[in-house]
């Protein structure tokens, strides 16, 4: 964490991203990465708590959560750019595509059966491929991983819902640590996994489910963060779209 900026108190507006065109903004081929699909299934099921989903992100989740590296988010450039929980690589796909030779963008992931898949699709996948001189894959947990620089971009595909209501926030308050002045901050949650839980859980289960999702909203609420639901994805995600403020000239001045 840089020693002059401590953890925002508040957000800047920024434009909302419901009902954007994503069309032309991401040239991915629609069937790359469809290979490491088993091996999300299976891992899923292995290893439910930290993975969290049934299916990797559609592209258009991963369009979505990529949306600070649009030519239009007018993000600071070079951009370095941290995605938490990279699983097989929708996303850490969807942000290469948009990155150019001088951004750096950072993977964390951690399961290591991901990171060794991963691994493999930045050798074999186009997209991934032409942009692998700029990726890291660093293995490991966010919890624990040193990261060695700031970032402008955090992209954080965490299973938030299945996590403790304390461990969200230290994630939270780790991301603002290292998210620049006027840098951007993505994450989601899945639509509808609280119903399911209040029938089949524990109503201990159920009230830890309801508090992280009052954490997620409080944070957001307090950050002026944006929401918007991406409907094309199994299951459907709300997807949280925060910005801190720009650096003011004094504090600059200072720095
Ligand atoms: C919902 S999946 C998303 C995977 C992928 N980004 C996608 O969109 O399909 C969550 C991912 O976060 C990873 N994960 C869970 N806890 C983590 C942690 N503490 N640090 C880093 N990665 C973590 C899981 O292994 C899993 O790959």
Redesign the pocket.
């Known amino acids: 964490m840089c020693a002059d900026r401590q953890p925002m108190a508040w957000f800047a507006p920024l434009p909302s991203v419901e009902g954007m065109d994503l069309k032309h903004v991401n040239p991915q081929p629609p069937n790359a990465l469809a290979l490491p699909r088993p091996l999300?299934v299976r891992e899923a099921a292995r290893?439910f708590r930290?993975?969290?989903?049934v299916a990797?992100?559609s592209r258009h989740?991963?369009d979505r959560l990529a949306a600070p590296m649009w030519p239009s988010s007018m993000v600071r450039r070079p951009a370095a750019v941290l995605e938490?929980?990279?699983?097989?690589?929708?996303?850490t796909r969807a942000l290469a595509a948009l990155t150019g030779p001088a951004d750096r963008l950072d993977a964390?992931?951690?399961?290591p059966r991901?990171v060794s898949a991963l691994s493999g699709s930045l050798r074999t996948d186009p997209v991934l491929a032409s942009a692998a001189d700029r990726i890291r894959i660093l293995s490991?947990?966010?919890?624990e991983m040193p990261l060695d620089r700031d970032y402008d971009v955090i992209v954080s595909?965490?299973?938030f819902t299945n996590f403790d209501p304390d461990a969200v926030r230290s994630i939270l308050d780790r991301y603002l640590s290292v998210l620049v002045p006027g840098g951007h901050l993505t994450f989601f949650a899945y639509l509808g996994t609280h119903a399911l839980r209040s029938v089949v859980s524990s109503r201990t289960e159920a009230a830890r489910h309801r508090e992280v999702r009052a954490v997620l909203d409080t944070f957001a609420r307090q950050h002026s963060g944006r929401q918007s639901v991406v409907w094309r994805n199994l299951p459907p995600a709300r997807v949280w779209h925060l910005r801190t403020p720009e650096r003011s000239g004094r504090q600059a001045d200072a720095a």
Not at 50 to 53: E, K, M, R, S
Not at 84 to 91: I, Y
Not at 108 to 111: D, G, K, L
Not at 140 to 143: A, D, E, F, L, R
């Open positions: 999300f290893t930290d993975t969290g989903a990797p992100s989740l991963a938490v929980g990279a699983g097989t690589g929708p996303v964390v992931e951690i399961n991901f490991g947990s966010i919890t595909c965490l299973p």
